[in-house]
């Protein structure tokens, strides 16, 4: 065992029984570097990736290569999900010295942590002739070592040197933005961009603001064409539910199949405003069991959500093979449908694609997909009755690699998206399910001092460890707005306003704005950075952006806003620099040129969540049936009322509203309301108050409305 056999990194401890003399990232590293005058290989992964399990069977756990290494290196070992900031800085400078990025990331690193080379994964026996060749000229060529790192550092100082526009970025930049991904969308399957495709989901709720500004119908098209053909390809789990992390080809059929806490967030967030805006039924099965995926299967007993599951799964020989688990033959099927009707075997296996004559599409096995059927995705009971049996079989197999770390960023993201389908279906399960996520992170992640960490893992000890970066911040600022405003509970806005200021007095630059990648406190890297670009996840800064003005428009702070437009300027001369890398920049750009509606139902007096909520049982002690004109029976009438408004607000996507309901809290919103009323005000001037669903609906859709009853089925 080498000293990765203490951290509590499921992807460390995956190299603690390697042949490599390893350490995790740390002063000793250094030191010993430093001590030897030798430079640091810095290798940086994570548990899903599939490329990282090749290079480390080929490399790391060969003994040949292993003495090489440790004689003429110190190896250090990191989790780009929990040190993103290091993962980051150094895949700057392998992007800027090749032009390519990726993982495993290999880095050469000075004793003081200076890059002067990189590269991502290498074969044995190229890894070997590097080794050697970094070794010469670090021996032999000090000059040509010097001028490489003069010429990385000033590569990777590019975020920390940049200075802020006057204004935030202009309508004008989103809209080139927007024609952009016009001409880069795949007309045929959907998704941005040549293979591999990644879900974009920023992309597409730019495209969905788009339609919702002007009814395109080229904006629509794309939107409905890239989720059906995600959701009915491959890319998709038709058996268990929840997205891998992007597709090799272009018709979504053969994904990578890591699965990312993270892209679950994002999908079920863009499958639920898409919903809502565009009300296909199809994609209410999608994020049904994507949540039900994540709440089965990525779940901590006390409410964390681990991270992801791997790519890899032991296949019959006991080795790793990547997709096993997922895919089938046709012999498999009918063996798990033992006993059905030759009938229905015959219609599963049509339904899937699954071609007895035909060449599998992947690797001799079938990936089950709808490609050929895209967006037809609800199943008849016999389907259903085999998509159970194969469910059933496939949990007999091994499972891919679980990583059990919980990371404060994803966890953020998921409570997000959780909340707001929550909301959305009325299904009150996923609402105790992302409380209970959210206390979890107060209770686990944050410090006695109130500084939170980013990641926990069960056999840790601490069992938290390493400060949470600017990302966490943001992401969790957004992540409390949303649950008081699913949830309808006073606390989650109280505690959004702490990480904010906690945010805001620890990460914010003062001089040129925008938010710092790692605390003014924090352990200082050759660079500091800050994050701006949008990736599979959020940038700090636009989603700081936009949790930032949703926050100050709840609460009346203005200086929220004031922040989030520093923010904006920061990001104003970015966004031009590359189709898609600022999407979510932009949003939060949308946001603030348009102005944010804030509508507050006020409940009658001595309410709680429960009563008054979207998943309220109307009437529940029969009062109106005992006597229609009775006290009660009024205050029935009115919490009935009061619970369809709320249900109302919930049931449109408008990006540019934030909802105040149950109980109050210190805001403009709740100062001289009548119980039982709804506001709709702008910058916190309202218009006249309304009592009735139909009413409200007027003053924000411009129609009436009426609302079915809540389904206690999130599939209703």
């Known amino acids: 065992m080498n000293r990765l056999a203490d951290e509590t990194s499921p992807y460390l401890r995956q190299h603690e029984a390697n042949p490599v003399d390893w350490y995790p990232w740390g002063d000793e590293a250094f030191a010993a570097a430093r001590e ?13 990736c599939h490329w990282c399990h090749v290079m480390a069977h080929e490399c790391f756990e060969d003994d040949d290569v292993a003495a090489r290494m440790n004689e003429l290196y110190v190896n250090v070992k990191v989790d780009r999900e929990e040190r993103p900031d290091v993962d980051q800085l150094y895949m700057d400078a392998v992007q800027a010295m090749t032009g390519r990025g990726g993982w495993p990331m290999t880095a050469f690193l000075t004793p003081q942590g200076e890059p002067f080379y990189g590269g991502t994964y290498y074969p044995r026996e190229q890894f070997l002739q590097l080794l050697d060749a970094i070794d010469d000229v670090w021996r032999n060529r000090p000059d040509d070592v010097r001028q490489n790192v003069d010429s990385l550092t000033t590569a990777v100082s590019a975020s920390s040197s940049l200075t802020p526009a006057d204004d935030a970025p202009t309508l004008e930049q989103l809209n080139e933005t927007v024609k952009a991904l016009g001409r880069a969308h795949d007309p045929e399957w959907g998704g941005f961009g040549k293979p591999p495709k990644f879900p974009s989901t920023f992309n597409i709720e730019l495209m969905l603001r788009a339609y919702m500004s002007s009814g395109s119908e080229p904006a629509r098209d794309i939107i409905t064409r890239t989720l059906d053909a995600m959701a009915s390809g491959g890319i998709y789990d038709h058996l268990g539910g929840g997205f891998a992390r992007y597709s090799t080809d272009r018709e979504w059929i053969v994904p990578h199949f890591e699965k990312m806490l993270y892209d679950q967030a994002s999908l079920v967030q863009i499958y639920v405003r898409g919903l809502l805006v565009l009300r296909q039924p199809q994609w209410r099965q999608i994020v049904q069991e994507t949540v039900e995926y994540v709440l089965r299967t990525l779940t901590h007993p006390d409410g964390g959500f681990f991270s992801s599951e791997d790519a890899d799964s032991l296949g019959p020989d006991g080795t790793p093979v990547e997709g096993w688990f997922y895919t089938w033959t046709p012999d498999e099927i009918r063996s798990a449908l033992a006993n059905v009707k030759p009938e229905v075997i015959e219609a599963t296996l049509d339904w899937w694609g699954v071609d007895p004559d035909a060449e599998p599409n992947f690797e001799g096995r079938w990936i089950l997909q709808r490609a050929d059927h895209r967006g037809e995705l609800a199943r008849d009971p016999a389907i259903e009755f085999a998509r159970a049996r194969l469910l059933a079989a496939r949990q007999q197999r091994p499972r891919p690699g679980l990583d059990d770390k919980v990371l404060l960023e994803w966890n953020a993201l998921f409570l997000s998206a959780l909340g707001q389908a929550a909301a959305v279906f009325g299904h009150r399960p996923w609402l105790d399910a992302a409380v209970r996520n959210a206390e ?7 410090g006695d001092d109130g500084r939170w960490f980013r990641s926990w893992h069960a056999d840790g000890a601490p069992k938290a460890r390493h400060a949470a970066l600017a990302a966490d911040h943001a992401a969790l600022v957004d992540a409390f707005t949303r649950l008081a405003e699913a949830s309808g509970q006073a606390r989650w806005i109280d505690e959004a306003r702490a990480v904010a ?10 001089v040129d704005g925008g938010l710092w990648t790692s605390a003014e406190d924090a352990e200082h890297l050759v660079v ?3 994050d701006l670009i949008d990736n599979a996840v959020p940038s700090a800064n ?12 709840l609460t009346g702070e203005q200086r929220y806003t004031n922040q989030a437009d520093r923010i904006l300027q ?37 309410v709680d969540d429960a009563q008054m909520g979207p998943w309220r049982d109307p009437d529940p002690d029969g009062a109106a049936d005992r006597d229609p004109t009775s006290p009660s029976a009024e205050r029935v009438a009115l919490l009935d009322e009061a619970a369809k408004m709320v249900r109302f607000a919930h049931s449109i996507h408008r990006p540019d509203v934030v909802l105040a309901w149950g109980e109050r809290y210190d805001s403009p919103l709740w100062e001289s309301r009548e119980p039982g009323h709804a506001y709709v005000c702008r910058d916190h001037v309202c218009e006249k108050p309304v009592t009735t669903v139909a009413e409200l609906g007027e003053q924000l859709v411009g129609r009436k409305v009426t609302l079915q009853p809540p389904s206690t089925d999130p599939a209703g």
Do not use: C
Request: proline share 5%; no cysteine.
């Open 36 to 48: 030897r005058n030798v430079p640091i290989l810095l290798s940086v992964g994570y548990s899903a």
């Open 440 to 446: 979890f992170l107060l209770r686990e992640m944050r």
């Open 501 to 510: 200021d906690t945010m805001l007095d620890w990460f914010f630059d003062p």
């Open 528 to 530: 500091r950075q800050k």
């Open 542 to 553: 636009s989603q700081a952006a936009m949790a930032l003005q949703r926050l100050a428009a």
């Open 570 to 606: 920061l990001l104003a001369s970015k966004v031009d620099d590359g189709v898609g890398s600022y999407s979510n920049a932009l949003l939060a750009t949308d946001l603030r040129r348009r102005g944010i509606t804030e509508v507050a139902v006020v409940p009658p007096d001595d």
